[in-house]
């Protein structure tokens, strides 16, 4: 496996493998093995800081999860998944140095060379100078110690991760490769050849395996950073770069008729203003490429809008009545350096202006009373339309819907200008009839008389007046009236009242009806919703 370019923090830990290497070709004094000692807790350290930062990378992934789970779920699985294998290996390595110090007669924790947490204290290791504990473990009587296992984990651990990594990020593949290096080295120079696992480990006093163990778990440490940092770096890696983000809304529709359902998207759309799009205006064809993609370009004569701050400014002179369609293509540059192309068409209605005015609740206007009236023009907002009137006086109460207060019998006619496009235009004129409000019809228990029994009579509080099959909910006032008979001699007796409310007289009259007689209900005044006394015509009963 090749070597290239070690960072610094490699030519560190590789300076200080060959500073382990020297010392044991030393005599192990007792020097040299607290020196291991001290190699060994320095690799610790430094494991135990990239233990560190690799949870913060695992926090940041954490966090754009909970903000985007869809985009995110897949590069964190692998994540974890990077997380657990690396967990995994570290700690069948821990357990290896476990395994030596149980041989050593040193793995109960009251030895206290192991804590709770399975952090070993070099300080009191026994036999530091012994090397046949370790080989016992890792290499094994018959070459079959937990070194050979280890080196399988270790190249599946590789493995993995560079399966992780797209083949064209050379960089981070070479960097786990040389970190995780299982290859034998070279042969001697007398041509002798030693694997992997015995020249590491046999023949090593404790004291220096321990710092070769320790630097194993830091370069899983190491790939791991390096491995989870790339993924998630690709949770944005496909995605655009913007620097401004705008509500938008786009309607189904640009006409719509009433009582139909104005519909629209609602959105934010994101621009970057400084790689502005290229957007062509006219017809496209497509075609289709072998690897299944779709390639546009424009066809026939086309228009290259102007854009600004990533918008392409699309204006028409209109001519021609009814749907108009328009579409084209709009490319933008991919975070590859390639251009991506969308294609757009829309439809809009061209309609002529046409005034419509129209009383919401008849065909004419009545004088004295509230006559409501819609005025619009097809494609002119209502701020934009201004009503006068002749004969009346108009006022607005919203867009497109008015009140009409005339003043008096006869004609009126609704002039109405509109503004289009900055400029006042007449649009129209319509006429109108105006009469004066109808008698209302005197009644008493919803009757307008005839045939009625005496206790049904009887039992009604007053008179009142009513407009029949009209339009306007509006109410006359009884003023005045009066009841009036004949009695046995054919004399007439009548009692009169103000207001409508029958008297205790009015009362007594009616209780002394007999069948057959006759109650009339005459000189009845009414006021009107407009302040006008009205004569209404009488009306008559017969009692059965």
Known sequence: MGHGKETPRQKMIGMMYLVLTAMLALNVSAEVLDAFDAVDEGLKKTSKNFTEKNQVL??????????????VKPWK?????????????????????????????????????????REINNEHILGKDKSDVPGQVLIGSSLNGKAFDLKKK?????????????????????????????????????????????????????AAVFPLLTKMQLDVRNAEAETVQYLYSQIDAGSFAVNKIEATVIPNSSYILQGNEYKADVF?????????????????????????????????????????????????????????KWGGLIKVMGPDGNYITKTFKRIFTVAQPN???????????????????????????????????????????RDGEYIVLPKRPGNSLISVIAEIDGVKKNMGVAPFRVKGLPDPTVQVA??????????????????????????????????????????????????ETKGNVFTKAQQDLIKNLRRSQRLNIEDVKAIGPDGSVRNLAPIVFEII
């Open 58 to 71: 695992y926090s940041d992934f954490n966090e754009q999860y909970a903000q985007n789970e869809v985009k």
């Open 77 to 117: 699985d692998k994540a974890d998944e990077v997380r657990r294998r690396s967990e995994e290996l570290f700690k069948y390595i821990q357990d290896l140095k476990i395994e030596i110090l149980t041989v050593n007669g040193q793995g109960d924790p009251e030895d206290g060379v192991i804590n709770e947490e």
């Open 154 to 206: 270790i190249i599946e651990y590789r493995e993995y991760l560079v399966s992780l990594i797209d083949e064209n990020d050379e960089r981070i593949i070479h960097s786990i490769e040389l970190n995780l290096e299982t290859e034998d080295p070279p042969p001697s120079k007398d041509g002798q050849r030693k694997e992997w696992e015995i020249h590491h480990f046999e023949g090593m006093p404790l």
């Open 268 to 324: 934010l759309a994101a621009l970057d203003t400084t790689a502005p799009p290229i957007v062509y205006v006219g017809n496209y064809d497509s075609t289709r490429n072998e690897d299944g993609s779709i390639e546009y370009k424009m066809v026939g004569s086309y228009d290259s809008l102007d854009v600004i701050e990533g918008k392409g400014k699309f204006s028409r002179l209109t001519t021609t009545l009814g749907k108009q």
């Open 355 to 397: 005034l419509v005015v129209s009383p919401t609740k008849m065909n004419v206007f009545y004088v004295g009373v509230e006559n409501p009236v819609s005025i619009s023009i097809a494609g002119v907002p209502g701020d934009k339309i201004f009503p006068s009137i002749t004969n009346a006086s108009i006022r607005k109460q």
């Open 446 to 495: 919803g009757k307008k008389g005839g045939k009625i029994e005496k206790n049904v009579l009887a039992a009604q509080t007053g008179v009142f007046a009513i407009m029949e099959n009209f339009d306007f909910d509006l109410e006359f006032k009884i003023i005045e009236f009066t009841v009036s008979t004949t009695d046995k001699g054919g004399y007439t007796i009548d009692a």
